[in-house]
């Protein structure tokens, strides 16, 4: 129990008579500094000492990039939830159930459409909260329904992954997902429609590896975590020192893998003005 939680809120509760909720105060994971969460969800999950870019829920994304915060879901089939019955610790059949119902979706991966600054997009979100956003059929099966949607309407499509790439669980079955969603993006490609990638804090994995580097703009937010394998692993493995800022998107930029990075408060207003470049409106 921090001192927050024992000698601050007890007196604020006695001062003003009434339940003080639990989180009234966030703190950011870079520095530490403690932000009232009404504050933070008005600067959309950005911290306003340091400029860390925290997670922010799909949600509110959502809200934030679609004029009025109008989103129309679109619905894609079905798959065998489980094909390899598979069990490590937990069998994955009770990891599908519980990520369900905390988050109320049915995999890791929202899509939609709506308007950017009034042109009509379709967008793929991936929700970090459902298994880290990992790809698995359900997902492959949602990003080629939503590319389908955009080439039949002729819509602009947007994809912001954040994930931690291929769900284990699913095996083969999942790393195929990669193929068939590059086929996807060829296909966007091939009709001549905008193909917008909006990188986020995580892209990593078999999704960093296949559709979210293919993108006609690449967008990264602040200080995002951009890779295929993770730092850790990489100084485990070649036995060295990685450089300051290895695979964040600001190194990134530097290197020339992506086009820009954009602070969250100015990323619709720079998704509206390209998307009004490329679709020559």
Partial sequence: MNWLTKFVRPKIRALVGADVPDNLWHKCSKCEQMI???ELVSLQQVCPH????????VTERIKSLFDDGE???IRYGSVNADPLKFKDNKRYADRLKLSRETTGENDAIIIGHGCIGGHKTVAVFFLFDFMGGSMG????????????????????FLVVPCSGGARMQEG??????????VVAVNRIKEAELPYLVLLTNPTTG????????????LIAEPGALIAFTGPRVIE????QKLPDGFQQSEYLL??????????????KGVLEKILGILTRE
């Fill in 206 to 217: 078999g999704v960093s590896a296949s559709f979210a580097m293919l993108g006609d703009i």
């Fill in 137 to 156: 059929m359900a997902v492959g099966n949602g990003f080629i329904a939503a590319a389908e949607f955009a080439i039949e309407k002729r819509y602009s």
């Fill in 254 to 267: 530097k290197h020339g893998a992506i086009d820009m990075v954009v602070h969250r408060r100015d990323i």
């Fill in 71 to 73: 989103f129309t879901k």
């Fill in 50 to 57: 340091c400029g860390n870019h925290m997670k922010l829920p």
């Fill in 36 to 38: 009232f969460h009404q």
């Fill in 172 to 181: 083969i079955f999942s790393l195929m997902q990669m193929p068939r969603t």
């Fill in 236 to 239: 485990d493995t070649i036995h």
